[in-house]
């Protein structure tokens, strides 16, 4: 086998100014599985919701989850360009994620209910990220948890929104 594929990954320490790097990547791991739930979710509302308000909640949540798919991704890159791992097994995403699944049948109201609260939950753990970088030089990860809190900010309202119609 070729050494090029016995590279291991592995966190690297980075010289950037940022203080407590590991500290910003565990916040950002969580943000992250909370991203790839709320994918997973929105996408699997977006197959399965019936009823008069299909076609704006099937285009809305496409929207959305293909909006998180790209996100997950710059996520995990800031996560990386910090020194650290990010995560990389399906159950380290379901440990840190405080995104729940919902049971039972559920109608294109309570789908829609689900999200818009959801992507509240996840406006505030990018919240706290803000809070938590706000003193270790690391005005990157400030602007990228800022530039996804407005996103689910403005999901939510959307769907909160959308929810009054049902």
């Given at each position: 086998?070729s ?5 291991i990954p592995?966190?690297?320490e ?11 990547a ?6 992250l ?7 997973f979710?929105?996408h699997a509302?977006?197959?399965?919701v ?16 293909e909006?998180m798919?790209q996100?997950?991704?710059e996520?995990?890159e800031?996560i990386?360009?910090?020194?650290h791992?990010a995560?990389?097994?399906?159950s ?6 405080a995104i729940?699944?919902k049971t039972?049948e ?6 829609i ?23 270790r030089?690391?005005p990157?990860?400030e ?5 996804r809190?407005?996103f ?6 959307m769907?909160r929104?959308l929810a009054?119609s049902s």
């Open positions: 086998m050494n090029a594929l016995n590279v592995s966190s690297d980075v010289s950037t100014g940022v203080r407590d790097t590991a500290v910003i565990d916040a950002l791991a969580d943000v599985s909370d991203t790839y739930r709320l994918v979710k929105t509302y977006h197959w399965n019936e009823g008069p308000l299909f076609y704006s909640v099937h285009n809305l949540t496409e929207e959305h989850y909006d798919f996100a997950a991704d996520l995990a800031r990386r360009a910090l020194g791992l995560p990389s097994s399906m380290d995403v379901l440990k840190r994620s729940d699944d039972g559920l109608s294109a109201e309570d789908m209910n689900d999200l818009a609260s959801d992507h509240e939950r996840l406006a505030h753990r990018l919240h706290a990220v803000v809070e938590i970088v706000e003193d030089k690391d990157v990860t602007d990228l948890a800022t530039e809190s407005a689910h900010e403005k999901a939510a309202w769907l929104a009054k």
